[in-house]
């Protein structure tokens, strides 16, 4: 048995993220396992501080056109397999799941589509959201410990963002989107953070940069960590790191004993 920690942060350009503190937060918070969403970049773009950061194996799945989406996993155990995607050319191509396989779980590090302020990206982010939930039902039937972190790009309940009226009509809260949480709440995860604190109120990882919302804790809780229930009595301990900047998400995490 060991104790662990894995953090997700979106970290909006981790090249950006680099300039104001990343590897000092490394240093500091020790996670075994980070996983990052929206790193806007490919390894050889990166400085060679984050292509390989002491300690840590790097793992990157990026978009194909630069500069946008992409996710990355550093990690101090070397998962035994790797894989970007999920064999569908039209999510691949934009870079948002990175898989890493250990010996006793699996870690799914996704970037979920936004919709689009018009709309206009909904559908693929429906589309996306019903071909993960299919691998993840796949490997539930194999009897994997699972864990899904990331931007999942939607705020579940009322309770998880600051303004649900103003906001219901709004992609990222539409009566729709929530139904896919439900949706792989059912099929046998679990939202660890809600797990844990099912009323804690103010507990967002994502706020407007335009109308400084971060100063005032206007914010939606869009970045999660769910768990397959085999997976559930092991984490002990869940958390939003809200007290951490660099981007205009947060970090959230679990330590967990497997």
Same mark, same amino acid.
């Not at 768990?227 to 679990?254: F, M, R, W, Y």
């Given at each position: ?20 503190? +990343?590897? &000092? ?15 806007? !970049?490919?390894? &050889?773009?990166?400085? @060679? ?7 840590? !194996? ?35 191509? &934009? ?7 250990? @010996?006793?779980? *699996?870690?799914?590090? *996704? ?5 689009? =302020? ?9 589309? +996306?959201?019903?071909? +993960? ?6 490997? =539930? ?21 600051? #303004? ?11 009566? @729709? ?5 439900? =949706? ?5 995860? *679990?939202?660890? +953070?809600?797990? #844990? ?23 939606? #809780? ?12 092991? *984490?002990?301990?869940?958390?939003? @790191?809200?007290?951490? !900047? ?13």
């Amino acid at each position: 048995m060991k104790k662990r920690t894995l953090y997700s942060w979106n970290v909006n350009g981790l090249r950006a993220v680099h300039k104001k503190g +990343f590897l &000092e937060w490394m240093q500091k918070a020790q996670p075994d396992i980070v996983c990052l969403q929206e790193i806007k !970049s490919h390894r &050889e773009q990166l400085p @060679e501080s984050l292509q390989e950061i002491k300690g840590y !194996s790097s793992h990157f799945c990026s978009a194909q056109r630069k500069g946008y989406s992409g996710v990355a996993i550093y990690s101090k155990e070397q998962p035994f397999s790797l894989q970007c995607g999920f064999g569908i050319e039209r999510f691949d191509e &934009e870079g948002r799941v990175l898989i890493a396989e250990y @010996e006793k779980f *699996v870690v799914y590090n *996704v970037y979920v589509p936004n919709g689009g =302020r018009d709309f206009g990206r909904l559908q693929y982010k429906y589309d +996306f959201y019903a071909a +993960f939930l299919k691998q993840l039902k796949n490997d =539930r039937k194999k009897g994997k410990r699972i864990i899904v972190c990331g931007d999942i790009n939607t705020a579940h309940q009322e309770i998880d963002l600051a #303004r649900p009226k103003e906001n219901v009509k709004h992609t990222g809260f539409l009566p @729709e989107e929530r139904i896919w949480i439900d =949706r792989y709440l059912q099929a046998g995860f *679990v939202d660890t +953070f809600r797990d #844990r604190y099912p009323n804690k109120k103010d507990q967002y990882s994502w706020w407007d940069v335009k109308t400084r919302a971060r100063e005032r804790n206007v914010g939606w #809780r869009l970045d999660y960590v769910f768990v397959s229930k085999n997976l559930q009595k092991q *984490v002990t301990q869940a958390c939003i @790191e809200q007290d951490v !900047s660099g981007s205009d998400h947060c970090p959230v995490g679990i330590t967990f004993i497997i």
